[in-house]
């Protein structure tokens, strides 16, 4: 079964990159360019893994994980929060997010994270804090330590 991932961004060229990159991988992938429904299409599309852009226009990144993260229904979606604003990780704990991704990113890395995630889905992984890749200048982490 293809683990499904739905990723919420407002950029056009990077949902269509995160897309064709998850795709080629064997993902079932889905996508929104706005965060106006975001809950109901989580529960409709019931991803193992959700990608969200920190700041869209609608909702914020950080307030649908929390709201994601708060339900009895989804609180076990592994949630990346996604920005080409560094500094937001330093915010995040309140949100609840698994993991933090800034922009631009290494799509290599970026595939692995999201692989590592279904795997923590499945129950393959038990640690939830060992989880650290740095690449030139960035560092992709675990928002929950």
Not at 59 to 78: P, R, V
Not at 134 to 142: E, K, Q, Y
């Amino acid at each position: 079964m293809k683990n499904r991932v739905l990723i919420i961004d407002d950029d056009p060229t990077v949902l269509e990159m995160m897309e064709a990159a998850l795709k080629d991988e064997n993902f079932d992938v889905k996508t929104l360019s706005n965060s106006r429904n975001a809950v109901a299409e989580v529960m409709a599309f019931k991803p193992d893994v959700l990608l969200l852009d920190y700041l869209m226009g609608d909702i914020n990144g950080g307030e649908i994980c929390h709201q994601i993260k708060s339900s009895t229904f989804t609180s076990h979606i592994k949630v990346i929060i996604i920005s080409a604003y560094p500094r937001v990780f330093e915010s995040l704990g309140s949100y609840g997010c698994d993991f933090f991704i800034p922009k631009p990113f290494d799509l290599c890395n970026f595939i692995d994270t999201i692989k590592d995630c279904c795997k923590r889905y499945d129950g393959l992984i038990a640690g939830k804090d060992e989880f650290r890749i740095t690449t030139p200048g960035w560092l992709f982490a675990s928002c929950n330590p």
